[in-house]
């Protein structure tokens, strides 16, 4: 099981926007890019749902979580769960510390194990992001089309990304 939606083959492709014409606005595609982040996230959760591991809780960390409330109400839509916010501005350092104060183990002034050092050193704040049950609908439909699309260019029944990929590669090289 990855954790990547098209792993483990092609995790170095790119994406792919469609349905633009002249008329699209920059606001538009900021947020398609935003709501393809949603989706591939979306893919990993069903991913790990699938292959058993229960996801039951989010939580979004770091400067972009803390400061960009559109974005995380989006998470929340495409997920259609709660997104509780990590309190610290540096999540992935802590997340670091934190699982560097479990290798230690207790008997070396760490902690005995990754739950416990999470609870003594993890935070998260009080904002939480709710799913808008208005628009679940939409992103329902939306994450079949992604799934659709991602299977369709990303797993082999199409090579349009692959031939892409190989000339930005060469183009860069030479």
Sequence with gaps: ????????????LSGLILGLNLATRPEEM???LVEATAFGTRAIVENYRAHGIPVTAFTASGGIAQKNPALMQ?????????????????????????Y??????GERGGYRDIFE????????????????????????????DYVALSDYFGRGRNDVMKRLLAMRTAARQG
């Design 1 to 12: 099981m990855e954790r990547e939606p098209l792993a483990p083959r092609d995790t170095d």
């Design 30 to 32: 900021f947020r398609a």
């Design 117 to 144: 050092a999470a609870a003594a050193m993890g935070s998260v704040s009080d904002k939480v992001y709710r799913p808008d049950p208005a628009n679940r609908p939409v992103y329902d439909a939306l994450y079949g």
């Design 100 to 105: 560097a104060a479990a290798a230690a183990g």
């Design 74 to 98: 989006i998470y929340a839509d495409v997920l259609g769960m709660d997104v509780a916010i990590g309190a610290s501005k540096e999540g992935p350092a802590k997340g670091s510390a934190i």
